[in-house]
């Protein structure tokens, strides 16, 4: 035999032994709900976004029905700062007047969504793009957040503008997508009770969808391995009770705080686990779904 030979049929047992771990849990999901919030630098880097579109297209293979939910703040920018818009950030969300708003669904639903529709697309997958406007997916509401001023100690209400939250999310569109064959990717834009159209938070919507179908697993991919310990040191499993000690105690901080609480709200409304994974990791959804080691951080009700 070869050295060629010998390198090839190592490298198809590994293979195989891949594969044999795999199919326990394709079989324990098949016929589930995946809820993916997809963003971050792996949105932006073109081989890693082309190995989310081929990852998404092979869980629908595999009997999962994923549900796509994307962000997209660095375009958003890009395109107010070419337009001449000028736009503020408080306490991490972007102040959104009308004229903002309507950069922001162009943004949103258009390109972004587009592209990411395209690539799961090209990849052999069947996609559909929507945001939360489409088949009432999203009833939004005006959100509100107080700010304790630090020399009168008086909260003071913040007008962030057309910024929203979820009221209500109607899945009926996404199980008739999903019946269909088709992977839903939705732009996370709502629509008031008056017709506005609000900015929600993708991490949000993706969590208050998840809960809505009964997800089996809700993802968050970001930029970081997950939630990092006093050590720096990466948590891989922990309860919904370690998680908000762990925000107590000052373990988690900064923007990991609304990722984690997003993934408790979901777990406590019956999606299976929350998982907060580094989406620049190629395939990493694969590799936490089908083997037993998993990536990033996992959080279970308990």
């Not at 057309?162 to 732009?187: M, Q, T």
């Not at 009770?241 to 408790?264: F, H, N, Q, W, Y």
């Amino acid at each position: 035999m070869t050295v060629r030979s010998i390198k090839e049929a190592k490298h198809w047992i590994w293979v195989g032994r891949v594969l044999t771990e795999a199919l326990p849990y394709m079989r324990h999901y098949d016929g589930t709900c995946f809820v993916i919030k997809y963003g971050g630098h792996a949105m932006g880097d073109a081989k890693l976004a082309k190995n989310f579109a081929n990852d998404i297209g092979l869980l629908k293979h595999a009997g999962i029905d994923p549900v796509v939910v994307h962000g997209g703040g660095p375009q958003i920018g890009e395109m107010l700062e070419r337009l001449k818009i000028k736009s503020e950030f408080v306490d991490g969300l972007r102040v959104t007047d009308k004229a903002t708003v309507e950069i922001v669904e162009m943004v949103l639903s258009g390109s972004i969504n587009k592209q990411i529709v395209h690539a799961i697309n090209a990849s052999g997958g069947s996609a559909v793009g929507l945001s939360g406007k489409d088949g009432a997916l999203i009833l939004a509401r005006k959100l509100r957040r107080t700010k304790r001023d630090p020399d009168s100690n008086i909260e003071k209400i913040l007008d962030l503008g057309f910024v929203g939250e979820p009221e209500k999310i109607n899945p009926d569109i996404l199980n008739r997508l999903a019946d269909s064959g088709i992977i839903p990717v939705v732009a996370p834009i709502g629509a008031g009770a008056k017709g506005e159209t609000y900015n929600i938070n993708a991490d949000t919507v993706a969590g208050a969808i998840a809960s809505a179908v009964g997800a089996a697993r809700f993802f968050l991919l970001t930029d970081v391995a997950g939630v990092l310990d006093k050590k720096g040191e990466l948590i891989a499993e922990m309860t919904t009770k370690k998680a908000r000690s762990l925000i107590a105690d000052g373990t988690i901080t900064g923007g990991m705080i609304p990722k984690v609480e997003t993934c408790i709200e979901a777990v406590e409304a019956d999606v299976e686990a929350a998982v907060i994974m580094d989406g620049r990791v190629p395939h990493a959804m694969l590799l936490e779904i089908f083997t037993a080691h998993g990536v990033g951080t996992l959080i279970r009700e308990g």
